[in-house]
């Protein structure tokens, strides 16, 4: 066998085996999206049931007498404030069903209907005092959530009583029960009652973490690496700093929460549960990401164009800040968008710093009482109604609808400006 033929076979194996490992990679990245589709498909179909609520429709009775106000005079907001709103709506079932008559039954008809109900009544005759005085009022109220589990998924559970279900039935028959959007999840805070809760809280609480944590690390990480990259002399204290950088990159998300709990808690005594202790907690866990990518940005840009500013009579500083920087901004950006995006969905070193207490009220600033998505996540999964599960679902969908689009915009914002040396 001559070295032709020798050649030819040791060719012919290594296409094979190049081959092989092309079919292998593909294979792997095949296994790995519908691993992944798998994942999205189980979360959606878990979350419908989140964005639509059932709703009851009840002829509620607003004349004076049925609200015990006066039969003459003007009628004040504080009037108004003082009516039991529970009561209005309890007649308004009664009425709907004046065939129940026992105590019993009387309970679980009160049980069609959120607690929340008289809330929206009081809501509606207070933005619209007009309506007082008048026979009555079509109002339609949430379902009680295990009311609206049953009516959108026919699923019976223990909770449902047999009687409740023939109620549901004739309110069928009379058109007086149906399904919507549900507005409130994105438009209230969180609640103990699953047909009540919302994410527009946690959105919000994000948005203050992300800002304290965008205005912290992005300054001080770009301003690091611009110093240990262009102007640090090169020696033993140089780097231990960048080593030090690099294994802070790697240590776990929750330790920098004990961090946070240690300083800014207990130390400068900053409010628990606040955006601006959150922000400052997830600095701390972004910049080692911020200033690795700012780092590396800055290292692409080609000496040539450093050496060209330097040979024109340039300072150091020029070169920096009017040439190196401004080529390196679009590697900056994408680097702080991926550390933004790592810090959206951290919970751990949230949880430390006590984000994870209930918050109704949807915060106003840094400095008020805030939860985020992942931490709402974390506590509604552990709630024991079944309804929170989906409500789980629908919030997962949505963190991960914000994850997605910040890595767009990473991905858009390299392929924009990114420059081919």
């Known amino acids: ?26 294979a792997a990245v ?34 004076r007498a049925s609200l015990e106000l006066p039969a003459e005079g003007e009628i004040s907001r504080q ?14 079932l009664r009425d709907a069903f004046p065939e129940i008559t026992s105590r019993k039954q009387k309970k679980l008809l009160y049980r069609l209907v959120s607690g929340g109900a008289e809330f929206d009544l009081a809501d509606r005759l207070s933005a619209d005092p007009e309506l007082v005085g008048n026979d009555s009022l079509a109002l339609w109220v949430k379902a009680d959530d295990d009311i609206d589990t049953f009516y ?14 023939v109620m549901i039935e004739k309110l069928q028959a009379d058109e007086r029960i149906r399904t919507a959007f549900n507005t409130t999840l994105f ?55 960048e080593i030090n950088i690099n294994n802070l990159a790697a240590v776990p998300s929750i330790v920098f929460g004990l961090l946070g709990l240690a300083v800014f808690i207990n130390f400068f005594g ?46 150091k500083m020029q070169v920096v800040f009017h040439h190196t920087l401004p080529l390196a901004m679009p590697g900056i950006l994408t680097g702080s968008i991926i550390g933004m995006a790592q810090a959206l969905g951290e919970s751990a070193p949230l949880l430390m710093i006590g984000m994870v207490a209930f918050i109704v009220d949807v915060p106003g600033g840094i ?8 931490v ?46």
């Open 79 to 92: 009037m108004i404030s003082a009516i039991n709103f529970g009561g209005v709506i309890k007649k308004a």
């Open 187 to 241: 438009s209230a805070g969180d609640s103990r009652e699953p047909e009540q809760a919302g994410i527009r809280g946690a959105i919000v609480g994000s948005f203050w973490t992300l800002l304290v944590t965008l205005l912290v690390s992005l300054p001080v990480g770009v301003a690091a690496a611009i110093y240990l990259e262009e102007f640090a002399p090169q020696n033993r204290f140089t780097d231990f700093i």
């Open 270 to 315: 900053m409010p628990r549960s606040a955006p601006l202790v959150g922000g400052l907690v997830l600095s701390l866990m972004t910049l080692p990401t911020i200033i690795i990518a700012s780092r590396a940005a800055l290292k692409s840009v080609p000496p040539s164009i450093k050496e060209a500013a330097l040979g024109i009579g340039a300072s």
């Open 367 to 374: 400095l008020d009482s805030a939860t985020v998505l992942p």
């Open 30 to 63: 095949m296994v790995g999206f519908v691993f992944l589709a798998m994942l999205v498909l189980d979360i959606t179909i878990k979350a419908m049931p989140a964005f639509s609520v059932t709703e009851i429709k009840l002829e509620v009775a607003l004349d």
């Open 376 to 421: 709402q996540i974390y506590l509604w999964s552990d709630s024991p109604e079944r309804a929170f599960t989906a409500l789980t679902a629908a919030t997962i969908l949505v963190l991960l609808g914000f994850l997605t689009l910040m890595n767009a915009i990473a991905i858009y914002l390299r392929k924009r400006f990114e420059r081919r040396w």
């Open 1 to 26: 066998m001559n070295s032709t033929e020798i050649v030819k076979r040791s060719l012919h194996k290594r296409y094979a085996r190049e081959k092989r490992f092309q079919f292998y990679g593909r």
């Open 152 to 165: 959108k998924l026919d699923t019976r559970t223990s909770r449902v009583d047999d009687r409740q279900v």
